[in-house]
């Protein structure tokens, strides 16, 4: 999943940014509250939450780990708000792989929980009701089964099933949701890290030395009144810090006082990326107070502060005392050890008591019918090779063949997917379409529809290819990639291979992929030395 650039989720049906303006605590405005807190619940379940490995897709085979991850980091509670803050990330993740399963968008829903909550509305094709995906995972961690979530998704995915085989060209649409896309998310929690790692480097190469001696620079309180004689000594005035406040010396020396903070206060560094579709005076805008620079954050608590240190640097030249600034963060919590058991965070009570929990999330299934479910649907895929999308146009292009071979010419018994017939296909093509151009704007034309997959169709049957396609519709509709392609495994020239080096399985290397349609088109591009029949060379 790509991150979002021109985020267009902020303008789709006015939807989320309807409640902008609304009234506090009014429905429309809690979703929208809600829809600008979703890139700091991901990013922060992605940076503190997770593994590494973790693959941050909002698929539905994700949900079983998610789950299992859940109930062992709440089955401790150290007195702090991380339970709270990783079941409302797990939620809002459930939430998005919820919508990528189904469609449709969030909603506020002022009837669930205490006093309303953020809920998943599936596309409104499917009639389903609502899901509260907070009560789905506190149900979760009430059973302790470890397929509550899992379930949820595969009711959804057999009504999506249930409704594609009586509409085989329908997929459910969604309301794209602004700035939770992987990318945005992996930026965000890899720029601080690569800015950090630099400036620990800069501190020992030089920073330390410069600044009077690295003894001095100990995290220490004292080492903040060296800081603060250090600001003063060289500024008279804060218009002459903000001449080289960005120059590389103050840089470090802002650095060491966020990392002061880090040390002593338990707060994290930080970083939004600007969205460049975000509204002006949103939370990731380019005039956002936070966006687009690295500041720290008591992130993992919800009366945490945050600050720029460079702009706690500069308040320092104005005559405030460094450690009044510092002490704008409160200090750590005092942990008293761990709870075992705990199953529901006491700070999310306000929003979801206890009791909310009791009530199954979605329709209560007999043993019966759960393992028929989960027979039916392993959560992983659609795959590229095995989906909806391909298997039905594939069943669309057997069923016309004959058709398309009368209309080509020799019906079905000069059309024989022989490598001899691609010259016969090749021939047909250039004497139907003039140019390039012309066959670009013949996009979605019967006839060519039916070339590309007989030549696709030569390679799987010649060559071992196979089909392969997007298993869900690009969102954009010019993305001339989305369409059917063929694959196979290269083939290896072993005496080219290095004894003395690594190689695995064939099936691991790259694959060879052939675009029939876009090869259909670039005929008109190429040399009359280029053939179609060259295609089955690849396969070699």
């Given amino acids: 999943?790509?991150?979002?650039?021109?985020?267009?989720?902020?303008?789709?049906?006015?939807?989320?940014?309807?409640?902008?303006?609304?009234?506090?605590?009014?429905?429309?405005?809690?979703?929208?509250?809600?829809?600008?807190?979703?890139?700091?619940?991901?990013?922060?379940?992605?940076?503190?939450?997770?593994?590494?490995?973790?693959?941050?897709?909002?698929?539905?085979?994700?949900?079983?780990?998610?789950?299992?991850?859940?109930?062992?980091?709440?089955?401790?509670?150290?007195?702090?708000?991380?339970?709270?803050?990783?079941?409302?990330?797990?939620?809002?993740?459930?939430?998005?792989?919820?919508?990528?399963?189904?469609?449709?968008?969030?909603?506020?829903?002022?009837?669930?929980?205490?006093?309303?909550?953020?809920?998943?509305?599936?596309?409104?094709?499917?009639?389903?009701?609502?899901?509260?995906?907070?009560?789905?995972?506190?149900?979760?961690?009430?059973?302790?089964?470890?397929?509550?979530?899992?379930?949820?998704?595969?009711?959804?995915?057999?009504?999506?099933?249930?409704?594609?085989?009586?509409?085989?060209?329908?997929?459910?649409?969604?309301?794209?949701?602004?700035?939770?896309?992987?990318?945005?998310?992996?930026?965000?929690?890899?720029?601080?890290?690569?800015?950090?790692?630099?400036?620990?480097?800069?501190?020992?190469?030089?920073?330390?030395?410069?600044?009077?001696?690295?003894?001095?620079?100990?995290?220490?309180?004292?080492?903040?009144?060296?800081?603060?004689?250090?600001?003063?000594?060289?500024?008279?005035?804060?218009?002459?810090y903000d001449r080289v406040a960005h120059e590389p010396f103050w840089t470090m020396a802002a650095w060491y006082l966020g990392q002061y903070v880090v040390e002593n206060k338990d707060a994290l560094w930080q970083y939004r990326e600007v969205n460049p579709g975000a509204p002006p005076g949103t939370w990731y805008a380019e005039d956002c107070y936070w966006a687009g620079s690295i500041f720290v954050s008591q992130r993992l608590r919800y009366d945490g502060h945050a600050e720029h240190p460079w702009v706690m640097l500069r308040e320092a030249v104005a005559g405030v005392p460094l450690r009044d600034v510092v002490d704008r963060f409160p200090d750590p919590v005092p942990r008293d050890g761990f709870t075992k058991g705990a199953t529901w965070p006491e700070a999310l009570w306000a929003v979801a008591r206890p009791e909310h929990?009791?009530?199954?999330?979605?329709?209560?299934?007999?043993?019966?019918?759960?393992?028929?479910?989960?027979?039916?649907?392993?959560?992983?895929?659609?795959?590229?090779?095995?989906?909806?999308?391909?298997?039905?146009?594939?069943?669309?292009?057997?069923?016309?063949?004959?058709?398309?071979?009368?209309?080509?010419?020799?019906?079905?018994?000069?059309?024989?997917?022989?490598?001899?017939?691609?010259?016969?296909?090749e021939a047909l093509v250039r004497g139907r379409f003039a140019s390039y151009e012309e066959t670009v704007a013949a996009h979605g034309d019967p006839f060519l529809v039916g070339a590309a997959w007989y030549f696709g169709e030569v390679q799987v049957r010649e060559c071992g290819a196979v089909w392969r396609w997007r298993p869900r519709p690009s969102e954009n509709p010019d993305d001339t990639y989305d369409v059917p392609m063929v694959e196979g495994p290269e083939a290896v020239d072993e005496a080219a291979v290095d004894e003395d080096d690594e190689y695995d399985d064939p099936e691991d290397d790259h694959l060879h992929i052939c675009d029939p349609t876009g090869e259909l088109r670039a005929l008109h591009l190429r040399g009359p030395d280029d053939h179609l029949r060259d295609a089955l060379a690849a396969y070699a």
């Fill in 357 to 425: 929990l009791q009530a199954p999330p979605v329709p209560p299934l007999t043993e019966a019918e759960l393992t028929e479910l989960t027979a039916a649907d392993d959560l992983a895929g659609p795959d590229w090779h095995d989906n909806h999308r391909l298997n039905t146009w594939l069943a669309a292009r057997r069923d016309a063949f004959a058709a398309w071979a009368a209309e080509a010419g020799g019906g079905t018994a000069e059309w024989d997917f022989s490598p001899a017939s691609l010259d016969r296909l």
């Fill in 1 to 240: 999943m790509d991150g979002n650039t021109a985020d267009d989720a902020y303008t789709a049906d006015g939807v989320y940014m309807a409640g902008r303006h609304a009234p506090e605590g009014s429905p429309a405005h809690r979703l929208y509250l809600w829809i600008e807190c979703l890139h700091e619940f991901m990013t922060r379940f992605y940076d503190q939450f997770t593994y590494e490995e973790w693959e941050h897709d909002y698929a539905a085979r994700s949900l079983p780990e998610l789950e299992e991850a859940l109930l062992d980091f709440c089955s401790l509670d150290d007195g702090g708000d991380g339970n709270a803050m990783y079941v409302e990330s797990a939620a809002a993740y459930l939430g998005e792989t919820l919508i990528e399963e189904a469609g449709g968008r969030w909603d506020w829903d002022e009837t669930a929980g205490t006093d309303g909550l953020p809920v998943v509305c599936p596309d409104p094709v499917l009639g389903l009701p609502p899901v509260a995906p907070l009560l789905v995972v506190g149900r979760a961690l009430t059973e302790r089964s470890g397929q509550v979530l899992a379930t949820v998704a595969r009711l959804l995915r057999k009504a999506v099933r249930d409704r594609q085989r009586e509409h085989p060209e329908w997929w459910p649409q969604r309301v794209p949701t602004p700035w939770v896309r992987y990318g945005t998310i992996l930026t965000a929690c890899n720029t601080p890290r690569r800015w950090k790692d630099a400036r620990i480097l800069d501190r020992l190469q030089w920073w330390g030395e410069e600044a009077g001696g690295r003894a001095l620079w100990d995290f220490a309180p004292a080492s903040l009144d060296t800081l603060q004689a250090l600001l003063r000594k060289n500024f008279s005035t804060v218009e002459d």
